[in-house]
């Protein structure tokens, strides 16, 4: 429908005007098809860079819901594995273990695996953290808990 419409007023007030055709149906599909490839150019970029810019804003295109599914979704390069370290806001251990699967639906379940599950302490945890520029926290305030996201 917008296609329609701004190819009919495009047609009736900047082409005829000065072109003086006689074939308006003839000028509306020709403009209608340049509009039409003008907006799958537009979506072709759209889609080659929107998710460039939003990596690079930090930013997450497909849930507004928080960023535990994002940040847990890339693994940045020369990276194998995530570990994850997650404690209650009063610095109580909950789990640790690398992660497996992330649900992407808005969840934000994750399932971790490994040996022997060793019980960190806050401050080991950011210890851990500390060691690598590329690791990351993620603050979940609506479960109240902090996700030490370290890369191996």
Not at 115 to 137: G, H, L, M, P
Request: aromatic share 16%.
């Amino acid at each position: 429908m917008i296609n329609s419409a701004f190819s009919s007023i495009a047609t009736k007030y900047w082409l005829l005007p000065y072109f003086k055709w006689n074939n308006n149906l003839g000028t509306l599909m020709l403009v209608s098809i340049v509009v039409t490839a003008i907006y799958f150019v537009i979506f072709i970029c759209y889609n080659k860079f929107a998710p460039k810019i939003a990596d690079e804003l930090n930013m997450n295109l497909y849930d507004n819901q928080g960023t535990m599914e994002h940040v847990l979704s890339q693994i940045p390069d020369g990276k194998k594995e995530q570990f994850l370290i997650i404690f209650d806001f009063n610095d109580n251990y909950i789990s640790s273990g690398y992660v497996r699967n992330v649900d992407d639906q808005g969840n934000q379940q994750v399932e971790l695996y490994g040996q022997d599950e060793r019980v960190f302490t806050i401050a080991e945890a950011r210890d851990e953290y500390q060691n690598d520029d590329k690791n990351s926290i993620i603050i979940d305030y609506k479960n109240r808990l902090k996700s030490y996201v370290i890369l191996y």
